[in-house]
């Protein structure tokens, strides 16, 4: 089992920047794909950014693209996602997701373990 703990979300104004984190403990050598979803009351779970810890790639969506980052501290067993010039719309529970598996993919019924989720909310 993966264990994944989320933290850093609060309250921004729109434009603003906020640094999710995402702390994996238990057998973590068995995630091999780490990725951020994002739900909105009466919305599906959305994708938001993914990453390949074998070779680090990454994909974000078009409506994060350019403004969210990925990242990783292998040391500390921690994954980031940087969101800059935030909106209104990016209002969501962000969770952090896993997957054994090291094809990197969108959907959320592909992931392993999950987080219990952080609030994020951006004022206008």
């Known amino acids: 089992q993966v264990q994944l703990v989320e933290s850093g979300g609060g309250l921004v104004q729109a434009g603003g920047s906020l640094k999710l984190s995402c702390a994996a403990s238990?057998?973590?050598?068995?995630?091999?794909?780490m990725a951020w979803f994002r739900q909105a009351p009466g919305k599906e779970r959305e994708f938001v950014a993914g990453l390949s810890l074998s070779g680090d790639s990454t994909y974000y969506p078009d409506s994060v693209k350019g403004r969210f980052t990925i990242s990783r501290d292998a040391a500390k067993n921690t994954v980031y996602l940087q969101m800059n010039s935030l909106n209104p719309e990016d209002t969501a529970v962000y969770y952090c997701?896993?997957?054994?598996?090291?094809?990197?993919?969108?959907?959320?019924?592909?992931?392993?373990?999950w987080g219990q989720g952080t609030q994020v909310t951006v004022s206008s």
């Open positions: 997701a896993a997957r054994r598996d090291s094809y990197l993919l969108a959907r959320p019924g592909s992931y392993d373990y």
């Open positions: 238990g057998r973590t050598f068995t995630a091999r794909t």
